[in-house]
């Protein structure tokens, strides 16, 4: 199962809780999954089309426990849309009718604004701007594995109700950010801490443990990472400059010899030939007496200079 299909789960089957945030909740998932259809003589009848069967139930329950809409919606799945199954929920006319005249609230003698429009009180409550956006991302939104990218997108059709989750994200303390993709608005998130503070504002707490969890995993691995290719250019470093230090020795024992050096460089130059994969601090180590880091530095610039010199008077 996807991360997104998981949230999803977790969130449909949260316990339901005041009437206010009942409504914000259905309020959301009418704005992004719920269609109108004309029946003729002026009758409208609503329709719920989602992906997922899951949400449709959370939509169902909604509709009966904040509305008392029990009235045996009629439940169909679709043939493949692209791929994927759709299923619908149908109202009955007159629920349709009684459903809109109350999630338009403010927008009183209007047909259908519960689809366009967002009731204003619904920003003054805490509890109901968080049952919105939890109602949003059900219908309308979906999470990238963490595992794989930190990203939470939006979906929708208006502009309006796009500015709406902006500012609803806002007051919860997540900058969201907009693009648009074939006609749609996007509002996405893009940071591991907004999307806690996502999915903790919707109320998900098992995908906040979850999160966390990948979140130590992902720093792990990264820190794992820096220290590997830190560790590999070093050791580059160190390889290509023995290299250049055999490269000097060579040349002194092959047109002098190293028994012309004097003792303790001599001491040096052997050592290093026959170590030619230690550091610096290592190699001095093994001179006696021990030589400190800078001491080995010292020497191996003097035996530098010196095949030098031999190469100018050759
Ligand atoms: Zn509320």
């Given amino acids: 199962m996807s991360f997104s299909t998981s949230l999803k789960q977790e969130l449909v089957a949260l316990p339901l809780e005041k009437t206010c945030c009942m ?15 004309l029946q003729g003589r002026g009758r409208l009848q609503m329709v719920y089309t989602t992906h997922s069967p899951s949400v449709l139930k959370r939509i169902f329950t909604l509709l009966k426990q904040g509305y008392g809409i029990g009235g045996a919606p009629r439940l169909s799945s679709l ?7 759709q299923y ?52 309308c939104g979906s999470v990238l594995d963490p595992r794989k990218g930190y990203r939470a997108e939006f979906v929708m059709d208006g502009a309006q109700r796009a500015d709406y989750l902006v500012r609803l994200l806002k007051l919860g303390g997540i900058e969201a950010l907009r693009s648009e993709r074939r006609g ?38 990264e820190s794992l990472n820096r220290v590997a290719n830190c560790d590999t250019s070093n050791f580059r470093k160190q390889v290509s400059a023995a290299q250049q230090q055999i490269e000097h020795i060579t040349r002194i024992s092959l047109l002098k010899g190293l028994t012309s050096l004097p003792k303790h460089l001599e001491e040096l ?3 290093r030939l026959s170590h030619p994969d230690l550091g610096l601090k290592e190699l001095g180590e093994l001179a006696s007496p021990p030589l400190s880091k800078s001491g080995v530095q010292h020497r191996l610039r003097r035996l530098a200079q010196i095949a030098q010199d031999i190469q100018q008077e050759n």
């Fill in 23 to 37: 409504a914000s909740e259905l309020g959301a998932l009418t704005a992004c999954c719920a269609s109108i259809s």
């Fill in 79 to 85: 043939s493949n849309f692209g791929g994927m199954k």
């Fill in 88 to 139: 619908q929920l149908r109202l009955s006319v007159e629920d349709s009718r009684s459903l809109m005249r109350s999630l338009s609230g403010d927008h009183k003698g209007a047909h259908h604004p519960a689809l366009y429009s967002v009731p204003s009180r619904i920003v003054r409550r805490i509890c109901c701007r968080r049952a919105w956006i939890r109602g949003f991302f059900l219908g």
């Fill in 184 to 221: 749609n608005v996007i509002i996405y998130i893009r940071q591991g801490d907004a999307l806690f503070t996502l999915f903790g504002l919707m109320g998900a707490s098992r995908a906040v443990m979850e999160l966390e969890n990948i979140r130590a995993e992902n720093s792990l691995r």
């Fill in 269 to 271: 130059a052997r050592l």
